[in-house]
């Protein structure tokens, strides 16, 4: 099956940016997402990017998209203690379904 | 914002019974909703999707007998842990797409389910 993967830690200091990757293996898909979950919580959409598109900014949030090799990023800027928290990224591949990478636990350091 | 709520957010239950979740749209519909598990330190498993007034679809492994789904309406859908064993022990997440959206899915607290 589709396989998503991603570092599973990072940690920043405050108000530096930081960087999460994630490599997925569907070529196909249309959609890809960055959630985030807070403890004990599920998950928000933070953003999307469509496949035919390389990059898409949203305030503190950059997206880029590298569809050749299959890479995701998500940068947030000036990072936050506010941000700590796991950030999956996930392909929707086909019939609706989104597969999700093990996702980044996002520690920012005071 | 569109909003899903889940019901419990804990159950804790003994081995042997069967427990209930439920997954609501608040304020859209959803021809189709999505149920996770997620394992600790781990991703989130798509356990199966279900769409409004059909049978659910499961994933590969997924024991449709154990994990019952039902979807009788446009706002709510249904997970049944059936004889629970304390392996299934987890943070079950429902989501739910709005029947007009091409991509977004929304996604409810999570319920913590803990079999004793």
């Known amino acids: 099956g589709e396989d998503v993967e991603q570092s599973l830690f990072l940690s920043v200091r405050e108000g530096d940016s930081s960087v999460i990757n994630c490599t997925y293996t569907d070529s196909s898909s249309t959609y890809l997402y960055w959630y985030k979950q807070e403890p004990g919580a599920g998950l928000q959409l933070l953003t999307y990017i469509f496949s035919n598109m390389d990059m898409k900014q949203d305030q503190r949030l950059t997206v880029l998209l590298n569809k050749k090799d299959k890479h995701l990023s998500l940068r947030i800027a000036d990072t936050q203690t506010g941000d700590s928290a796991i950030y999956f990224c996930?392909?929707?591949?086909?019939?609706?379904?989104?597969?999700f990478g093990t996702g980044t636990r996002l520690t920012v350091i005071p | 914002g569109a909003v899903v709520s889940q019901h419990p957010s804990r159950v804790i239950c003994k081995s042997g019974t069967s427990v209930k979740i439920e997954c609501r749209s608040l304020d859209f519909q959803a021809t189709t909703m999505f149920w996770y598990r997620q394992f600790p330190k781990k991703s989130l498993m798509l356990m199966a999707t279900s769409n409004e007034g059909s049978k659910a679809t499961y994933e590969q492994g997924v024991e449709k007998d154990k994990f019952l789904i039902n979807h009788a309406s446009l706002t709510l859908s249904t997970l049944t842990v059936t004889s629970a064993h304390p392996e299934d022990s987890s943070f079950y997440i429902c989501?739910?797409?709005?029947?007009?959206?091409?991509?977004?899915?929304?996604f409810g607290p999570g319920t913590r389910l803990t079999v004793t």
């Open positions: 989501s739910a797409r709005d029947r007009f959206s091409s991509y977004e899915q929304y």
């Open positions: 996930a392909e929707e591949a086909g019939a609706n379904n989104l597969f």
